[in-house]
């Protein structure tokens, strides 16, 4: 059921009214994900999960920053040429925690 309730928001995030329900939806998309991912035991898997844990508070910053309404009309034409949504997805989940690393790393030398 979480599996079916997570590919569902997902996939509907493509529709244009969308963003209107993510107060609704992304609470109850990461919910159904940690429940999968719970189950799903897998060791590589919960060390990813625990890497991006601990950046996920300036990857979700780096993220507002670059995919808020007003600034993705500049910076939404770089991943254009990600054609599907899961690898669209993923190449920001990757940029998000590089920058994450980038940044942490020059706070911890200050």
Avoid at 17 to 27: E, H, Q, S
Avoid at 55 to 71: L, R
Avoid at 85 to 110: E, G, L, N, P, T
């Amino acid at each position: 059921m979480a599996l079916l309730v997570a590919v569902g928001i997902f996939f509907l995030r493509g529709l244009p009214f969308a963003t209107f329900l993510d107060f609704a939806t992304v609470p109850v998309f990461a919910t159904a994900v940690v429940i999968i991912f719970n189950i799903v035991n897998w060791q590589p898997l919960h060390r990813l999960f625990v890497a991006l844990g601990k950046e996920s508070m300036n990857m979700w910053f780096y993220h507002a920053i670059f995919a808020t309404s007003c600034t993705a009309i500049v910076f939404a034409p770089l991943l254009s040429w990600t054609t599907p949504k899961a690898f669209h997805v993923a190449v920001m989940i990757i940029a998000s925690y590089i920058a994450s690393r980038c940044i942490s790393a020059v706070q911890q030398k200050i």
